[in-house]
């Protein structure tokens, strides 16, 4: 059975980091394209960027953009998503999702599989 699991969320002031973890079970991630998502109260879930098989990352969210960045450990089966520079906007519940065909997309119905979330807030 696939399962995704997250951690690493928390409260950090303005101007701090925070690195989530999305540990896989079931499969080896090598071939599948991650993403993470995130969802902020009363609101819809966005892209914020995914990894490609190739180690590319594509940016759906442009404020991540030098701020956000995706490695992995493929001996833990676990990306990471680090996130610097944070800011009260990013507050938000973050998700990892996997996407099996291996291609990024910013829309939620492509992905298979989901972990349960994680909330990052960020106070100013």
């Known amino acids: 059975e696939v399962q995704l699991v997250e951690s690493g969320g928390g409260l950090v002031q303005a101007g701090g980091s925070l690195t989530l973890s999305c540990t896989a079970s079931?499969?080896?991630?090598?071939?599948?394209?991650i993403a993470w998502f995130r969802q902020a109260s009363g609101k819809e879930r966005e892209g914020v960027l995914c990894y490609t098989p190739s180690r590319l990352t594509i940016y759906y969210e442009d404020s991540a953009k030098g701020r956000f960045t995706v490695s992995t450990d493929n001996a833990k089966n676990t990306v990471y998503l680090r996130m610097n520079s944070l800011k009260p906007e990013d507050t938000a519940v973050y998700y990892c999702a996997l996407q099996a065909d291996g291609v990024c997309t910013a829309g939620t119905h492509r992905y298979n599989y989901w972990g349960q979330g994680t909330q990052v807030t960020v106070s100013s």
């Open positions: 079931g499969f080896t991630p090598d071939d599948y394209a």
